[in-house]
């Protein structure tokens, strides 16, 4: 699959299919002018494919650098921003070279900010090796990294000028990722596409598909609302409540997919209370996150995650848009308070 992703001032090519990592030089050298590259990748992945990468470029004619950042959050800081910047000098980046992000949604958002600040901004192609990084966190142009008092706080919109998907590279993913990114894949369903979610729901659909697939609905997305002002808030959908999961739960005590598939719970049953969602709506969310090991039951009360919704940064002027399903297929923004909503929720949770 390829889809030219138009956003503001950029086209972004998206290729995603199964061996794709081959194509990235003869990509990179149709739409890059210059011919250095710096990869930036991680200590789990630069061993699986590094090297790889480094072939396909170096035969496109790219003289090419490896950059690895330890694996985990805790690269995303702004220590190695600095660390990156360096090394993009030691390479001779130049605006008109290419920094390629290839590991998952850390890598790209860490190299995607030094990209997107080194030399006021130098071109990226993303190469997204985790699920969650294939079919989220590539597509979009967000980067950035956290800070001692939260997450994601400094950063960017930098759109890449490619983003190459390879989804054979799941194979080698740890399952506990794999079954995380699958909530995003699940989430998209949800919202936008009935007919992924039915073949979810029977095991139909093969992950070359269900990654293109969802790649085609946030490439959409973002191209109707790049600076997710309107419809790109779509995505979080189940988030709201993950989030605050998230955060009761401390750093690491849940991972952020398993916490969004809760959160789609709720959201579904909360759309039933609200008369918006059809009944039968939870039941089958909740069979197909079982299906594919995702949790879908919280112990924690409304009031228990009532502070971490009412003060997340994207719960804006005390309106907070959630997101509620009209349909399997069909997401919509719902305009409620915060205090409203945790009244709601107080029906829900126990
Ligand atoms: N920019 C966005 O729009 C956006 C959207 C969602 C999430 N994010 C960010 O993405 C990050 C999470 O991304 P993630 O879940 O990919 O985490 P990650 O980058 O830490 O990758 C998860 C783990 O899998 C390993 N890994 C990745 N691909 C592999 C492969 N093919 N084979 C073997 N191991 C592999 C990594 O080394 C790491 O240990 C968070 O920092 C989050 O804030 C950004
Ligand atoms: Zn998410």
């Known amino acids: 699959m390829k889809i030219n992703l138009k956003t503001a001032n950029k086209v972004t090519q998206i290729h995603a299919e199964a061996g794709a990592l081959s194509s990235l030089g003869s990509i990179a050298a149709e739409l890059v002018k210059g011919r250095r590259a710096a990869?930036?990748?991680d200590s789990n992945v630069a061993p699986l494919y590094l090297e790889r990468a480094k072939a396909v470029l170096t035969a496109a004619g790219f003289s090419v650098g490896g950059?690895?950042?330890p694996a985990g959050e805790a690269s995303k800081q702004p220590e190695k921003l600095l660390?990156?910047?360096?090394?993009?000098n030691k390479l001779g980046i130049t605006r008109k070279d290419v920094i390629v992000a290839l590991g998952g949604g850390v890598v790209g958002d860490l190299s995607g900010f030094a990209a997107a600040t080194y030399l006021r901004g130098c071109p990226i192609i993303q190469v997204p090796t985790s699920l969650l990084a294939m079919v989220d966190s590539s597509i979009g142009g967000k980067t950035g990294i956290d800070l001692p008092f939260g997450k994601n706080l400094a950063g960017a919109f930098h759109q890449p000028v490619a983003v190459v998907t390879d989804s054979n590279m799941l194979q080698t993913l740890p399952q506990n990722r794999y079954t995380e990114g699958m909530a995003e894949v699940i989430k998209y369903g949800c919202i936008s596409d009935a007919e992924l979610f039915r073949g979810l729901e029977c095991g139909s659909v093969s992950a070359e598909d269900f990654v293109a697939r969802s790649i085609?609905?946030?490439a959409g997305v973002v191209e109707r609302d790049e600076f997710d002002l309107g419809e790109r808030m779509l995505l979080n959908f189940g988030h709201t409540v993950g989030h605050a999961i998230e955060k009761n739960m401390g750093f690491g005590g849940i991972s952020h997919g398993e916490a969004v598939a809760i959160g789609m719970v709720i959201a579904a049953k909360l759309g039933v209370r609200l008369g918006v969602t059809p009944q039968d709506v939870p039941e089958r969310i909740i069979s197909v996150l079982e299906r594919y090991g995702l949790p879908t039951t919280t112990t924690y009360s409304a009031t228990e995650l009532a502070a971490a919704i009412s003060s997340d940064k994207k719960n804006l002027a005390n309106k907070l848009h959630f997101v509620l399903l009209e349909n399997i297929g069909k997401g919509v923004l719902y305009?409620?308070?915060?205090?409203a909503l945790i009244d709601e929720l107080k029906t829900i949770l126990i």
Do not use: G, Q, R
């Not at 660390?83 to 993009?88: G, I, K, Q, V």
């Not at 305009?335 to 205090?339: L, R």
């Open 39 to 41: 990869i930036v990748s």
């Open 67 to 69: 950059i690895v950042v």
């Open 83 to 88: 660390e990156l910047w360096a090394e993009f």
């Open 216 to 218: 085609s609905i946030k």
């Open 335 to 339: 305009p409620i308070e915060p205090a």
